[in-house]
């Protein structure tokens, strides 16, 4: 049985560029910045047109820096997607550092990103999960909705072990990574979205399993269907099943690799389910989406954030919020240059 058509749940993309990904796993070369970008992001706005959806985009700064990589950005604004900061350097020790680092962090990339899709940002996301008290600060302070940098689960330090151990980092390099998918408390953390008791910012996690906490984002999928593509499909089934009993609105998660085989990216063989075929990966993407509509109305992150804070001064359930926005409307098409 479906849930009441007013049950709301967002997805969002973080946008990880080849060379994020060479970068902190310590391969020699990212310093040059190579990129799937061309392949990947026609792609995925070409698979998520064809179901209709609009979600959030979050961009690295760097990325938006590149004159190469203007027209893709654009293309990404303009076919009425959110555009969110996923930071400019993508570094998963951004908890570490200071105040003044964080600003020019968030703000460079914010002026890069702003600049090449014309379109405000309000929603941020850190690299790698990583977040702090100083980040949430920084971002109330700069006029910021929410951030969605949390990812409650118990699983970040085994995943962070198996990643470290795989790895020919040098101890210092281990040392700032040491914080890499979050701390075993974070399992602990709430799944609903919820406004901070420091400022007006919302903090939307990227939602797990209730109880259990094992995490459900399309990456998770896409490693368990290559060894049970019928476990993989139960897997999400009892996730959306326990979120809908726990009157949780999920937040739900894709990468970019999500859509692109090995050979396209033969570099990052490392990451979870980069073996299984395209055609595979992109059944179990349309399978765990179709999963999601069939029991949530999908929105984007910041009218997800508008809702949880509405239903916050409300006191109403997360389970009955009113999203801001239909999602069907587009936004117009904006000249270049000029910001949303």
Not at 192 to 210: A, K
Request: glycine share 8%.
């Amino acid at each position: 049985m479906n849930s009441p058509p007013e049950a709301a749940a967002s997805v969002s993309l973080d946008l990880d560029d080849k060379w994020t990904y060479m970068k902190t796993r310590g391969l020699a070369g990212w310093e040059v910045f190579p990129s799937y970008l061309e392949v990947a992001v026609p792609r995925i706005l070409r698979f998520l047109e064809e179901r209709k959806l609009r979600i959030t985009f979050f961009i690295v700064g760097q990325d938006a820096a590149l004159p190469r990589n203007a027209p893709l950005l654009r293309s990404i604004a303009r076919a009425g997607h959110e555009i969110g900061n996923h930071s400019f350097h993508h570094e998963p020790w951004l908890h570490l550092y200071s105040h003044t680092e964080i600003e020019r962090e968030v703000a460079l990339a914010e002026q890069h990103i702003e600049g090449v899709t014309g379109r405000r940002v309000r929603g941020f996301r850190g690299p790698g999960f990583s977040t702090s008290t100083a980040v949430a600060d920084v971002l109330a302070a700069r006029g910021y909705r929410y951030d969605a940098s949390r990812l409650p689960t118990f699983l970040g330090p085994l995943a962070r072990a198996y990643y470290l151990m795989t790895s020919n980092l040098d101890w210092k390099e281990r040392r700032r990574r040491g914080r890499l998918y979050g701390r075993w408390r974070d399992g602990f953390g709430s799944l609903r979205p919820h406004r901070s008791e420091r400022s007006s910012l919302v903090d939307i996690p990227v939602t797990t399993v209730p109880i259990v906490r094992t995490p459900f984002h399309l990456s998770y999928l896409i490693w368990l269907s290559g060894h049970s593509p019928a476990g993989a499909r139960q897997y999400l089934n009892m996730a959306l099943a326990s979120c809908r009993a726990c009157h949780i609105a999920p937040s739900f998660l894709l990468h970019p690799l999500d859509f692109l085989q090995l050979s396209e990216a033969p570099e990052l063989g490392f990451f979870p389910g980069m073996t299984l075929p395209l055609h595979r990966k992109l059944e179990v993407a349309d399978s765990a989406l179709a999963g999601i509509a069939a029991r949530y109305r999908i929105f984007t992150l910041e009218e997800h954030a508008l809702a949880a804070a509405d239903s916050a001064g409300s006191g109403a359930s997360e389970w009955t919020l009113q999203p801001a926005h239909e999602a069907a409307a587009q936004p117009p098409s904006l000249p270049e240059g000029k910001i949303r």
